[in-house]
Nanobody
Framework: QVQLVESGGGSVPPGGSLRLSCVFSGFTSDYWAVAWFRQAPGKEREGVSCISDINIYYADSVKGRFTISRDNAKNTVFLQMNSLKPEDTGVYYC???????????????WGQGTQVTVSS
């Protein structure tokens, strides 16, 4: 049974930083892609970053500010978010899939999400 559990969300002022964690279980292959998505109130879910065995993707809006990394020994994917902006506010979801990759929200398995709020 595949499970994904996000943590690390919170409330920070503009310019602040947060580190999100996604602990996964039910699969161990590093061929699975793991991605971060976010959804702001009234908006569609959008891809933020994705990591697979051979590729890393970032949305243009977060390039240079966010860094995704993976620790397979700990079954964890991290999203380091720096220089946060109010438009980064939303619920951040972790997702995984054995076949898909990239930033479209078509992944098979999803976590419950963690809230990120950037506000002064």
């Amino acid at each position: 049974q595949v499970q994904l559990v996000e943590s690390g969300g919170g409330s920070v002022p503009p310019g602040g930083s947060l580190r999100l964690s996604c602990v996964f279980s039910g699969f161990t292959s590093d061929y699975w892609a793991v991605a971060w998505f976010r959804q702001a109130p009234g908006k569609e879910r959008e891809g933020v970053s994705c990591i697979s065995d051979i590729n890393i993707y970032y949305a243009d809006s977060v390039k240079g500010r966010f860094t995704i990394s993976r620790d397979n020994a700990k079954n964890t994917v991290f999203l380091q978010m720096n220089s946060l902006k109010p438009e980064d506010t939303g619920v951040y979801y972790c997702a995984a899939d054995p076949l898909r990759t990239g930033l479209k929200p078509e992944y098979e398995f999803w976590g419950q999400g963690t809230q990120v709020t950037v506000s002064s």
